[in-house]
Structures are given as structure tokens and as C-alpha cells.
């Protein structure tokens, strides 16, 4: 298998740049940004002192505070519970559905939940209930939420050509919640230092440190997460979705497909911000994998894609 993905990663290596046109990765983050910038324009005035007063003076601005022992603890020993995983993971996707919703098409989203789900239960996760759609929009792209929220664009889904690479598919953005790429990011994220105390407390307050997230949540999913974290996921993806039975060339196959679409197609605009070239991603897998799952038998099951309306 490495020297069939080298080969195809070779080939399509020439195929390069970012696509021109409607700014899909603008509109999601921008819509995502939304429920952040209107609790700022609610935000009370801060009452003046009056004349003379040196309590203005005396307290410095918020942002300006020591972090305390307790949100430090968080950032450096601190993790996410599966309830506020899940709470932040829902936050970001009701505000991505808001910007772009699904597919209205009940057999098409009942049978990608039945893929998934049944790609989901190889990794063994038991804390978590995956959700599962194929947003309306003609980019091509695929996204991955903290929680077990995963979607797929209809234009990506238009381009499958049987089950096992939307097994493949579905497999990558399960691993970007298996291995937790989202939150890691969140944790490091500038934010931390302000929300660390709230994100290890059970108050009710937790609530609002999911709204504040909403802002690094939408530069995420806008902007993708770093290469070594895409390497990771298709990694990880192709091997939950070989132990699903699905052939493991489905998701190899999908990123050949994506690599000779016109450079200037405006579908692939998102997908180029947010993820390595599909040829470096090959090159990727061909290196990790070395043959070791040469030998494994799976279904591509072409004949039991739905076909979408």
C-alpha cells in the first residue's frame, strides 16, 4: 500500500493553490463569531466614578489580573469533562447549522448516521453519542466538533463512489475526536488564562466558558487545525474504517479524487485553508502505513451508497 499512496502522491503533487471565488471558510467564521460579538454589544457600560475618585485608578482592567492558582492548574494539568466537551462541541455546531444547514433529505442523513456510528463504535468510546450530517452546500469539505459532531458538505458527498469512502471519510473526522485535536487547541488557546477556573468548575458558570469559546472554536473550523494533527487523523481514520470492514482504500481514494480537481474550483476553496494538499497527505499515509495493511480484505459496498436527490 506505501508504494501505491507514493505513487499517487507523486502524480498529483503538481496539483497546487487555493481556490478563487465564494469565501465559504469566511461565511462559517463569521457566523460562528456571531453569538461571541453580541454578548459583547450587550455587555453593560461601565459606570463612571464620580469626580475625584481613585477606584478607577486603584483597579486595574480585568485582562490585566493575575491568573490564578486555579485557572493555571487547569491550563497545565486541567482536561475537559465529556459533559463540557459535548456542551462546546454542540455550541459550535448549532452555530455552523445556523450558517449552513443539512441536507433536507431523511434517507440520505439516516444512512450517513448508520455509517458513522458504526465506524464510531471501532474506537472503542464509550462516554460519547455521535451525531452525524450532510450539511447543503456544494463546497467540498468534511468537520469535526468536540462531542461527536461530525458533518460532511453535500458537494464531497456528491463525490463518493461507494460506501467505504464515506466510511473513510467519516473515519478522519471520528479521529479528530478521538484524539482530542480540538480541545488541545482550546487549551493552548489564549483564552485559557480567563476561562481555566470556570472549565474545572461544575458551577452553572461553565456555561458562559462554552460561549466564550464559541470565538476560538470558529477560527478552528474555519481555518483547520495544524498538518500533523490531519496526518494523525487520516491515520487513525483508515484504521477505524478497516476494522469496520470497509475496504482501506476509501479514504486514499477520495483524497486522489479531491487532488485533480482544477486548482481554481471554487468548491475546494475551504478545503485548501484547512487541510495539507491531498498529494502531501498520501505521501503522509504512505509513510506511516509501510505495507502493513496490505493483507486486509475489506468492502467498498457501491451498490448500498445512497443516492442523493
Do not use: C
Amino acid at each position: 500500500m506505501k508504494t501505491k499512496l507514493m505513487v499517487l502522491a507523486i502524480a498529483l503533487a503538481s496539483v497546487s493553490g487555493v481556490a478563487m471565488g465564494f469565501d465559504f471558510g469566511k461565511l462559517l467564521e463569521d457566523r460562528l463569531n456571531q453569538e461571541l460579538n453580541k454578548d459583547k454589544k450587550t455587555q453593560p457600560a461601565t459606570t463612571p466614578s464620580p469626580e475625584g475618585s481613585q477606584s478607577a485608578a486603584a483597579s486595574p482592567p480585568t485582562s490585566k489580573q493575575k491568573v490564578d492558582v486555579g485557572q493555571l492548574g487547569f491550563a497545565l494539568f486541567g482536561d475537559y469533562s465529556p459533559e463540557e466537551e459535548n456542551r462546546i462541541g454542540k455550541q459550535i455546531s448549532g452555530n455552523l447549522l445556523g450558517a449552513v444547514p443539512l441536507v433536507r433529505d431523511d434517507g440520505l442523513q439516516r444512512y450517513v448516521n448508520l455509517v458513522g456510528n458504526w465506524v464510531a463504535l471501532q474506537t472503542g468510546r464509550k462516554n460519547t453519542t455521535w451525531h452525524f450530517g450532510v450539511l447543503d452546500s456544494e463546497d467540498i469539505n468534511a468537520f469535526a466538533a468536540p462531542g461527536g459532531y461530525i458533518f460532511l458538505t453535500k458537494g464531497l458527498y456528491r463525490r463518493l463512489n461507494n460506501e467505504a469512502e464515506l466510511a473513510g471519510v467519516l473515519g478522519h473526522e471520528i479521529a479528530h475526536v478521538t484524539q482530542r485535536h480540538h480541545l488541545k487547541v482550546l487549551k493552548k488557546s489564549s483564552l485559557i488564562g480567563a476561562l481555566g477556573q470556570a472549565a474545572s468548575s461544575k458551577a452553572k458558570s461553565s456555561d458562559q466558558m462554552v460561549q466564550n469559546l464559541i470565538g476560538n472554536g470558529a477560527e478552528i473550523m474555519a481555518r483547520g487545525l495544524d498538518k500533523e494533527a490531519e496526518f494523525e487523523a487520516d491515520r487513525v481514520g483508515i484504521v477505524f474504517a478497516a476494522r469496520a470492514g470497509y475496504d482501506v482504500w476509501g479514504l486514499p481514494n477520495v483524497l486522489q479524487d479531491m487532488a485533480a480537481l482544477p486548482a481554481k474550483d471554487s468548491r475546494t476553496s475551504l478545503l485548501y485553508k484547512t487541510h495539507p494538499h491531498p498529494a502531501d497527505r498520501l505521501a503522509a499515509l504512505g509513510e506511516a502505513v509501510d505495507g502493513r495493511l496490505d493483507g486486509i480484505q475489506g468492502k467498498e459496498l457501491a451498490n448500498r451508497l445512497y443516492k442523493i436527490r
